[in-house]
């Protein structure tokens, strides 16, 4: 046998594992998120966004239309809607394919972070040379393992079982494609490649503005991977993030839900210490995946002072110098902690929006800048030491077995809107967003003695609170207790607040108590704050 007909075969025994590593990973995948699969609808964006959105309910131009031209709940991710459009014509209502659609997502991203991350590491960056079989086989072990870090850590289950969050697996399948489209014409330098990393690189965008970090990701793979200087062909991908950005400004000023917050709420010194809290935030969730919520604590919870935001923004700098310390005794830390900030920096606290300072969807992608280094640390200290190897494999056997356990337990959270609520209330019972929202919840199952328990704890904890009156209100209403619901949002109305919501209940309160002087009062301001409401 030739040199060369040995090398082919040494190829295609590594491709042979490859191929078996990713089987594995993929059932382990599966087995850590398949309990998503028996989830219900949850009351937290999923009615509006797909059982009640008109928009997906078919495949008519006109509604195509609408889905690339109208943002809607302050969001612009037309190819999401499209794909909830697509899954609407096969399942209806049913939540199970929404679900599927969003596990086999996963599991595809599974497989594209293994092929990346082998392509990545195939090229010994230090000498400049292609690896030994030897360092090839490693490299495998480490593809392998990320991918297997990044399919089963419980830090994925928020994306991957919220049937709304299917923006985060779109958009990262887009992505990395696109980095594997963009690896292509950096090694050949084929034009078809370049055309289908931009192509592929829209369609990412499409789905979520987070993808607007790509351009970053292809510079730090240049810079790193084959050390290069191409800057003419970003041009394209950061005119795309411009208009990603635009249309993005545009939806977070128009229409109902969360919106990006003014210095008013949180501070520009408090923004830069959150630059330094949420990113050992996802450190913190990633080495210590337990105590997970759907909501976690908001800014105002924090009771932050200058000097704690200082301590914050010191502690990111110390990170970023001792990574760059290392590059040379750990080369892969140096640039997979630059991959893991610029990919989380839509999200890393200098333009927050709505009440959520961190989430664990945020991380989706980012992780892949952890679960990197983590990987070839375990791969080298087995391979670095022939009496730890049989105890390092045990541990990343026990460790993914862990992570899988998790991740089903974390899937059980989300089975549905009670399970849901319940459990960011055992994380913290000071929750207010789960207490409004548990409220809600019963007095649509007509449980309405839950429903007023939680909702008095609500407006308890948060008194000049109008949501959590409003939802208490609503369960006095549905108990035919009028004269407490009446008392209830007697505050909202003293303040001046002019919401149809509060003037349809208190309408309700006072026609059945045969009010009608005041019900005529509350239904001519319901008419007038419906007629004003944009």
Not at 4 to 30: D, I, P, S
Not at 180 to 185: F, H, K, N, Q, T
Not at 269 to 281: D, E, H, M, Q, S
Not at 289 to 298: D, E, G, K, N, R
């Amino acid at each position: 046998m030739n040199e060369g007909t040995r090398t082919e075969c040494r190829q295609g025994r590594l491709h042979l594992r490859l191929w078996f590593g990713g089987l594995l990973v993929v059932m382990l995948t599966v087995v850590a998120h398949m309990r998503g699969l028996q989830g219900q609808f949850v009351e937290w964006d999923d009615y509006a966004h797909i059982t009640q959105n008109p928009a997906i309910r078919s495949l008519a131009t006109a509604n195509l239309w609408a889905m690339f031209t109208q943002p809607a709940a302050k969001l612009y991710c037309p190819m999401t809607w499209l794909s909830f459009a697509i899954d609407y014509q096969v399942w209806g209502r049913n939540p199970f394919g929404y679900h599927l659609t969003n596990l086999l997502l996963h599991v595809a991203n599974v497989i594209l972070v293994m092929l990346l991350v082998y392509q990545v590491v195939a090229v010994n960056r230090i000498r400049g040379e292609l690896l030994t079989d030897r360092e090839k086989a490693s490299r495998l072990q480490v593809a392998i393992l990320t991918a297997a870090l990044f399919g089963v850590h419980p830090l994925r289950v928020e994306s991957v079982a919220w049937a709304t969050e299917r923006k985060d697996m779109l958009f990262a399948f887009f992505y990395l494609l696109a980095l594997l489209a963009y690896l292509r014409w950096v090694v050949d330098g084929r034009r078809t490649a370049y055309w289908a990393c931009l192509l592929l690189f829209v369609c990412s965008a499409l789905s979520k503005s987070a993808a607007v970090t790509f351009p970053l990701v292809m510079v730090l793979l240049d810079v790193f991977w084959k050390r290069r200087v191409a800057v003419w062909e970003k041009v394209p991908f950061v005119a795309v993030c411009l208009i990603i950005g635009a249309a993005t400004f545009v939806a977070q000023n128009s229409g109902a839900g969360e919106t990006v917050l003014g210095t008013a709420s949180i501070p520009l010194w408090a923004r830069i210490g959150l630059v330094g809290y949420c990113t050992f935030f996802y450190v913190g969730k990633f080495f210590w995946p337990l105590h997970l919520s759907a909501v976690y604590p908001t800014f105002e919870d924090f009771g932050w002072t200058p000097a704690v935001a200082a301590v914050w923004v010191a502690a990111f700098c110390a990170a970023l110098i001792v990574a760059f310390v290392l590059r040379r005794r750990a080369f892969i830390v140096w640039p997979s902690w630059l991959f893991y900030l610029a990919t989380l920096s839509p999200t890393i606290g200098l333009i927050p929006v709505g009440a959520h300072v961190v989430a664990d969807r945020y991380a989706y992608m980012a992780v892949l800048g952890l679960a990197l280094p983590t990987a070839t640390g375990l791969v080298v200290l087995a391979d670095n030491s022939r009496r730890l190897r049989v105890v390092v494999w045990t541990v990343v056997v026990a460790l993914l077995a862990a992570l899988t356990t998790l991740s089903a337990k974390q899937s059980a959270v989300w089975t549905n809107t009670e399970t849901l609520f319940q459990n960011a209330l055992a994380e913290d019972p000071q929750c207010y967003t789960a207490l409004v929202n548990l409220t809600m919840y019963y007095t649509s199952v007509n449980r309405l003695d839950d429903a007023i328990a939680y909702g008095t704890r609500a407006v308890d904890l948060a008194p000049n609170g109008l949501i959590g009156r409003k939802n208490l209100a609503i369960a006095f209403n549905h108990a035919k207790r009028y004269r407490e619901a009446i008392t209830t949002l007697r505050p909202a109305v003293d303040h001046g607040i002019d919401d149809p919501a509060v003037w349809r209940a208190l309408e309700e309160s006072f026609t059945a108590l045969g009010d009608d002087k005041n019900a005529k009062v509350a239904q001519d301001r319901l008419l007038r704050s419906t007629h004003n409401k944009p």
